[in-house]
């Protein structure tokens, strides 16, 4: 939104305020202003609920309801934002305030006792029990990579300041989550993406990876792939979070407010794909990205909706025009299909799909919905923004029709993990 709002006035010079939920509001008046935004945008906060209420009560919002911010009613507010001058702070124009001073690397000896609880005061942790990251076990960690420790991953606009992503606070946050040092060239990959997507809404991540790799960590893209029962996609997915929270400054109410949150946090859909089981010219998703079959290569998406299916595929009935059905329901343009091997072997075999690509067109093709209020239809898909990925033990034919944004260009992507051995 402040982005938006500076836009409109420095581009075009139409004065904006923007508005805002209560539970943001600290974050765009401080951290937001002083840190990224750099413009003076104000700001009111109205009541919520906003989305689905009728027009009475959007009526009453704004000529009764009172903004948290000034503590005056609605439209005073608003029409105060943009005429009372621009105070001094509004006013400055030099640089971003230098950041508070990072704290030690080290910290003090204590009891074991002491120290977890001091990383679950300073919200270090995800409340889970970690392994303390003591400078041996950081060192071990680090042997399994050739960069170096204070190798800057990327920098970050963090809560006081930027903030960097560096091999060894990375390594840091791999012992924290139980990690063996063969798993940290795959989390120095995902540290390319960290934090993880953060919004007012219920956010998800998803984590794949492709190529030789997923053998020699020991990754399960078989039985139970979706549930807790594999060390590596178990931890690997943990390490996400514990690095968007420490590095990424990803903190309830001062960074993040959502009001339900995911549990999907905690381990982030951290998954292999079953490259074994693809029928024949069905392209694992990093080929279809551009990588070479031994390549091992991580992929992030992000996204809301997850749907499992409750009835199993037989073959009398065309298998993905179900999936079509619980593909309507998403609506951020995007899907990605996750299926077990049967699902694969049955759309090929006895439905005639060659390739995976020819199943997303399909998908474009066919996937009509309603668009609300207008009732006309659309096709919310391109094939491009259909994913498709199959793992699983072949045990039944099931599948998850989810809205992760696979792919380059959307909130997510790919990163070689060799680069990072």
């Given at each position: 939104?402040?982005?938006?709002?500076?836009?409109?006035?420095?581009?075009?010079?139409?004065?904006?305020?923007?508005?805002?939920?209560?539970?943001?509001?600290?974050?765009?008046?401080?951290?937001?202003?002083?840190?990224?935004?750099?413009?003076?945008?104000?700001?009111?906060?109205?009541?919520?609920?906003?989305?689905?209420?009728?027009?009475?009560?959007?009526?009453?919002?704004?000529f009764?309801?009172?903004?948290?911010?000034?503590?005056?009613?609605?439209?005073?507010?608003?029409?105060?934002?943009?005429?009372?001058?621009?105070?001094?702070?509004?006013?400055?124009?030099?640089?971003?305030?230098?950041?508070?001073?990072?704290?030690?690397?080290?910290?003090?000896?204590?009891?074991?006792?002491?120290?977890?609880?001091?990383?679950?005061?300073?919200?270090?942790?995800?409340?889970?029990?970690?392994?303390?990251p003591?400078?041996?076990?950081?060192?071990?960690?680090?042997?399994?990579?050739?960069?170096?420790?204070?190798?800057?991953?990327k920098?970050?606009?963090?809560?006081?300041?930027?903030?960097?992503?560096?091999?060894?606070?990375?390594?840091?946050?791999a012992?924290?989550?139980?990690?063996?040092?063969?798993y940290?060239?795959?989390?120095?990959?995902?540290?390319?993406?960290?934090p993880?997507?953060?919004?007012?809404?219920?956010?998800?991540?998803?984590?794949?990876?492709?190529?030789?790799?997923?053998?020699?960590?020991?990754?399960?893209?078989?039985?139970?792939?979706?549930?807790?029962?594999?060390?590596?996609?178990?931890?690997?997915?943990?390490?996400?979070?514990?690095?968007?929270?420490?590095?990424?400054?990803?903190?309830?109410?001062?960074?993040?407010?959502?009001?339900?949150?995911?549990?999907?946090?905690?381990?982030?859909?951290?998954?292999?794909?079953?490259?074994?089981?693809?029928?024949?010219?069905?392209?694992?998703?990093?080929?279809?990205?551009?990588?070479?079959?031994?390549?091992?290569?991580?992929?992030?998406?992000?996204?809301?909706?997850?749907?499992?299916?409750?009835?199993?595929?037989?073959?009398?009935?065309?298998?993905?025009?179900?999936?079509?059905?619980?593909?309507?329901?998403l609506?951020?343009?995007?899907?990605?299909?996750?299926?077990?091997?049967?699902?694969?072997?049955?759309?090929?075999?006895?439905?005639?799909?060659?390739?995976?690509?020819?199943?997303?067109?399909?998908?474009?093709?066919?996937?009509?919905?309603?668009?609300?209020?207008?009732?006309?239809?659309?096709?919310?898909?391109?094939?491009?923004?259909?994913?498709?990925?199959?793992t699983?033990?072949?045990?039944?034919?099931?599948?998850f029709?989810?809205?992760?944004?696979?792919?380059?260009?959307?909130?997510?992507?790919?990163?070689?993990?060799d680069?990072?051995?």
């Amino acid at each position: 939104m402040s982005r938006n709002c500076k836009t409109l006035e420095q581009n075009y010079n139409i004065p904006t305020v923007g508005g805002a939920a209560s539970n943001i509001i600290n974050y765009a008046l401080n951290h937001d202003f002083k840190y990224t935004n750099g413009s003076p945008i104000r700001y009111i906060s109205f009541p919520f609920p906003v989305a689905g209420q009728p027009q009475r009560v959007h009526h009453k919002y704004i000529f009764e309801g009172r903004d948290v911010v000034s503590g005056k009613s609605m439209m005073q507010a608003f029409i105060d934002a943009l005429t009372v001058p621009l105070t001094d702070r509004e006013k400055y124009k030099g640089p971003a305030p230098e950041p508070p001073p990072e704290e030690s690397r080290f910290l003090g000896p204590d009891t074991e006792e002491k120290l977890r609880r001091l990383f679950k005061e300073r919200d270090w942790t995800d409340y889970l029990p970690i392994v303390l990251p003591t400078e041996e076990r950081v060192a071990d960690m680090l042997k399994a990579t050739s960069h170096d420790r204070n190798e800057v991953i990327k920098t970050l606009d963090w809560p006081g300041g930027k903030r960097e992503v560096t091999v060894e606070r990375v390594a840091t946050c791999a012992v924290m989550a139980g990690a063996k040092p063969e798993y940290l060239p795959v989390i120095l990959a995902l540290a390319n993406h960290v934090p993880f997507g953060n919004s007012t809404s219920s956010m998800a991540n998803m984590i794949l990876v492709n190529g030789p790799i997923r053998d020699e960590i020991g990754m399960n893209y078989g039985t139970n792939v979706m549930g807790p029962y594999n060390e590596a996609n178990s931890v690997i997915g943990r390490t996400y979070t514990l690095m968007s929270k420490t590095i990424g400054g990803l903190h309830s109410e001062k960074t993040t407010w959502s009001s339900l949150g995911s549990t999907m946090q905690y381990n982030n859909v951290c998954i292999a794909e079953n490259e074994e089981a693809l029928p024949e010219e069905w392209e694992p998703f990093h080929v279809q990205m551009g990588y070479k079959p031994d390549d091992s290569v991580l992929s992030v998406g992000i996204g809301w909706s997850y749907i499992s299916s409750v009835v199993m595929a037989v073959r009398d009935h065309p298998v993905q025009m179900i999936m079509g059905d619980y593909m309507k329901a998403l609506t951020m343009g995007s899907a990605t299909v996750i299926m077990d091997p049967t699902v694969a072997e049955l759309l090929k075999d006895s439905l005639g799909f060659k390739t995976k690509d020819q199943l997303s067109k399909w998908f474009a093709d066919n996937v009509e919905k309603v668009q609300y209020p207008s009732g006309e239809k659309i096709k919310p898909f391109n094939q491009s923004s259909v994913k498709i990925i199959v793992t699983g033990g072949g045990v039944q034919t099931t599948w998850f029709v989810t809205d992760f944004m696979l792919g380059p260009g959307m909130l997510g992507g790919s990163t070689l993990i060799d680069d990072w051995r």
